[in-house]
């Protein structure tokens, strides 16, 4: 795994580009809706080559509405948590007000 980051790091600077690579998370982190930077698997090796992580977690199995969390920005502000809800078959991802988050996931239950 590390030498096909270390590759597509190469690429992307040799022709500046930008690339975007997705990866799973480590299964302990499944259920989790705030994934952070240790939850990649092999994540020493990606954590050096990358710019920018984001993370994307929802509230439970099957719920509309999670978190997209950047556990790590080379040229930024980490931490930053965006809430979102989702509309999976419209391939569809939205950015929501802390409070329609609140709102929606209060009527999850």
Not at 14 to 32: C, L, T
Not at 63 to 75: A, C, D, E, L, Y
Request: charged fraction near 25%.
């Amino acid at each position: 795994g590390g030498n096909i980051y270390n590759k597509l790091s190469l690429l992307g600077s040799k022709n500046r580009s930008v690339i975007i690579v997705g990866s799973q998370p480590k299964p302990a982190y499944w259920d989790d809706e705030i994934i952070p930077k240790n939850a990649a698997a092999d994540s020493s090796r990606k954590q050096h080559v990358i710019d920018v992580m984001l993370t994307m977690g929802m509230t439970s199995r099957g719920s509309s509405i999670g978190s997209i969390f950047m556990p790590k920005v080379r040229r930024g502000s980490e931490g930053k948590i965006i809430r979102i809800q989702t509309y999976f078959e419209r391939a569809h991802l939205e950015a929501i007000s802390e409070q329609e988050y609140l709102k929606l996931k209060g009527g999850q239950g």
